[in-house]
């Protein structure tokens, strides 16, 4: 079965920058949309930023400007470059790869702590 593997989570100043990567154990076709979600303390879950399989990408406003997702097929990879992270920027992260008929497979999160 295939499994989502976080990495480059930690602790980081406010202002400096993480590369969170999330890499699947086993062939990821190129159809799947992937992304990442965030769940800081005490709060929902929200979604912070998709790929689809064109390479078309969104993020919530919040990080617009800030953030930029990539995916590297060939490696069944989707990153995620954080700059100028802010305190609010503090959460697990977990990415996700959906499939075409909604099937959605969840990594077990990494921890971006930013310190004031």
């Known amino acids: 079965q295939v499994q989502l593997v976080e990495s480059g989570g930690g602790l980081v100043q406010a202002g400096g920058s993480l590369r969170l990567s999330c890499a699947a154990s086993?062939?990821?076709?190129?159809?799947?949309?992937m992304g990442w979600h965030r769940q800081a303390s005490g709060k929902q879950r929200e979604l912070v930023a998709f790929?689809?399989?064109?390479?078309?990408?969104d993020y919530v406003d919040s990080v617009k400007g800030r953030f930029t997702i990539s995916r590297d097929n060939a490696k069944s990879t989707v990153y995620l470059q954080m700059n100028s992270l802010t305190p609010e920027d503090t959460a697990v992260y977990y990415c996700?790869?959906?499939?075409?008929?909604?099937?959605?497979?969840w990594g077990q999160g990494t921890q971006v702590t930013v310190s004031s």
């Open positions: 086993g062939s990821i076709f190129s159809t799947n949309t």
């Open positions: 996700y790869v959906r499939s075409p008929r909604d099937d959605t497979l």
């Open positions: 790929i689809d399989s064109t390479g078309s990408s």
